[in-house]
C-alpha cells in the first residue's frame, strides 16, 4: 500500500521566484491537504482540495494556489517567493471530512536566498 | 481557530523512563491525532483519538473531549522515541496542530 509521496524532496529558490511542488495521497484517499511547517514551530494549514476545489483554506496569502487532478494527486504553487516562505512543506491525505484520520508525507524542505 | 496548547514544551528523560505529554484545546473538536516528528521531518502516526483511550505497545493516550483535552503516554521509554511530538485536532475540514513537544531520551 503507497503512502503518501512528495516531490522534490529538496529546493533552492531565489526572491520572486515561483515554484510548484506535488503531492500524490494515499491509496484510496481521495482528499489532500497542504501545510507549512517553519522551523521550531507546529504545521499551519494552507488549504484543502476535494473532487478538484479548494474546500477550506487557512491564513495565507493568494501568492499560495494549488490544483487537484482527477487522479487525486495535487500541486502547491507559491508566486513571488519571499524569504519567508523557507519551510518545510507537508501534504496530507485522508478520505473527505475533518474527522477521518489523516495521513502525512515526507515533506518537501523549500529554501529561499 | 481552535487553540492548542501543548506540555510541556520540552522533555529530558532517562532511558527507560516514563513521561506524559498533554494537549488542551479551546473548542469543540472531531478529530485528534497525535504524532511522532522524525529528525527528517516525517510525522508518523501514532493515534487517531477524538475520544476515549487507546493503547499501542509502550504508548497509550486518552481524550476527554468534553473537557478539550488529550494526554500521551509513553512507558519505559527508548532512545528512539526522542523526536518532536504533535497533537492536531480538527473542527469542519481544518487541521490545528499545537507546538509540540521536543523529547530527548537520554541513554
Known amino acids: 500500500d503507497a503512502g503518501v509521496t512528495q516531490s522534490p524532496t529538496h529546493l533552492i529558490k531565489t526572491r520572486g521566484q515561483q515554484v510548484t511542488l506535488r503531492c500524490s495521497p494515499k491509496?484510496?484517499?481521495?482528499?489532500v491537504s497542504w501545510y507549512q511547517q517553519a522551523l521550531g514551530q507546529g504545521p499551519q494549514f494552507i488549504f484543502q482540495y476535494y473532487e478538484e476545489e479548494e474546500r477550506q483554506r487557512g491564513n495565507f496569502p493568494d501568492r499560495f494556489s494549488g490544483h487537484q487532478f482527477p487522479n487525486y494527486s495535487s500541486e502547491l504553487n507559491v508566486n513571488a517567493l519571499l524569504l519567508g516562505d523557507s519551510a518545510l512543506y507537508l501534504c496530507a491525505s485522508s478520505f473527505p471530512g475533518g474527522y477521518n484520520e489523516q495521513f502525512f508525507g515526507p515533506g518537501t524542505r523549500l529554501t529561499v536566498l | 481557530g481552535i487553540q492548542v496548547e501543548q506540555s510541556p514544551p520540552d522533555l529530558i528523560l532517562q532511558e527507560g523512563a516514563n513521561s506524559t505529554l498533554r494537549c488542551n484545546f479551546s473548542?469543540?473538536?472531531?478529530?485528534l491525532q497525535w504524532f511522532h516528528q522524525n529528525p527528517w521531518g516525517q510525522l508518523i502516526n501514532l493515534f487517531y483519538?477524538?475520544?476515549g483511550t487507546k493503547q499501542n505497545g509502550r504508548l497509550s493516550a486518552t481524550t476527554v473531549a468534553t473537557e478539550r483535552y488529550s494526554l500521551l503516554y509513553i512507558s519505559s521509554s527508548q532512545t528512539t522515541d526522542s523526536g518532536v511530538y504533535f497533537c492536531a485536532v480538527a473542527t469542519g475540514n481544518q487541521f490545528y496542530f499545537g507546538t509540540g513537544t521536543s523529547l530527548t531520551v537520554i541513554p
Open positions: 473548542d469543540s473538536v472531531n478529530n
Open positions: 483519538i477524538p475520544s
Open positions: 491509496s484510496g484517499h481521495d482528499t
